[in-house]
């Protein structure tokens, strides 16, 4: 099956700093997203980004289907951006997403 | 107006037991899917349903038994309850396929003492 890496396994940042956030993975998908989970659980849905970039304040992230990676840039920190950010894959022509094992941040005021 | 709601919240227990969450999604997805969060953090998918028929079954024990009576709703029963079974278990949709967005519930924490 797919596997999907991301990098680093965590990071701690003082507040106002950048940070980009890999995910790898082995095989052609349909599909990636990116996931916030806070510090209560919720798993928020960042982006929705098979190919190409997007943006949405400061967050914003890159996919490169054919090289099997996608980035995910945060700029000007704040402590509210900590938690785990996991990238999800879909397998082509299943109903299967697959999660990276996740990059746990913590940023300081 | 919540998207995607389960229930309960938090669920504690005696190993043996069986217990029950219940999920409803209101977004009008066809696909419904359960994943299990472990101490981890890492996310495993557990079962997908689309239009009340199950696509995926992730190698779960047979004590965890899904059910949809309808697209909207997706419910996980346990049996037997395990030490090892506790975990964070989120139910999420889909509107079709895996060329979709998901969208995810708050959780149930479950702990199996």
């Known amino acids: 099956g797919i596997q999907v890496e991301q990098s680093p396994p965590d990071l701690i940042l003082q507040e106002g700093a950048n940070s980009t956030l890999r995910c790898n993975f082995s095989?052609?998908?349909?599909?990636l997203q990116w996931f916030h989970q806070n510090p209560w659980g919720q798993l928020i849905n960042l982006f929705y980004?098979?190919?190409g970039t997007k943006q949405n304040g400061r967050l914003s992230a890159t996919t490169v289907a054919t090289e099997r990676y996608s980035l995910l840039y945060i700029s000007s920190s704040q402590t509210t951006d900590s938690g785990v950010y996991f990238c999800?894959?879909?397998?082509?022509?299943?109903?299967?997403?697959?999660f990276g094992t996740g990059t746990r941040l913590k940023v300081l005021a | 107006d919540t998207a995607v709601s389960q229930t309960p919240k938090y669920l504690v227990t005696q190993m043996g037991n069986d217990k029950s969450i219940k999920c409803e999604q209101n977004?009008?997805?066809?696909?419904m899917y359960w994943y299990k969060q472990d101490s981890k953090k890492f996310l495993k998918i557990m079962f997908s349903?689309?239009?009340?028929?199950?696509?995926i079954n992730e190698t779960v024990p047979n004590r965890f038994s899904p059910k949809s009576p309808d697209k909207a709703h997706l419910n996980l029963h346990i049996n037997s309850l395990e030490l090892g079974d506790s975990a964070v278990y989120f139910c999420a949709s889909s509107p079709f396929n895996t060329n979709e967005k998901l969208f995810f519930g708050s959780g149930t924490q479950l702990s199996v003492l």
């Open positions: 349903y689309n239009n009340k028929e199950l696509i």
């Open positions: 999800a894959v879909g397998d082509s022509g299943t109903y299967k997403y697959i």
């Open positions: 980004i098979p190919s």
């Open positions: 977004l009008g997805h066809d696909t």
């Open positions: 095989d052609s998908v349909n599909n």
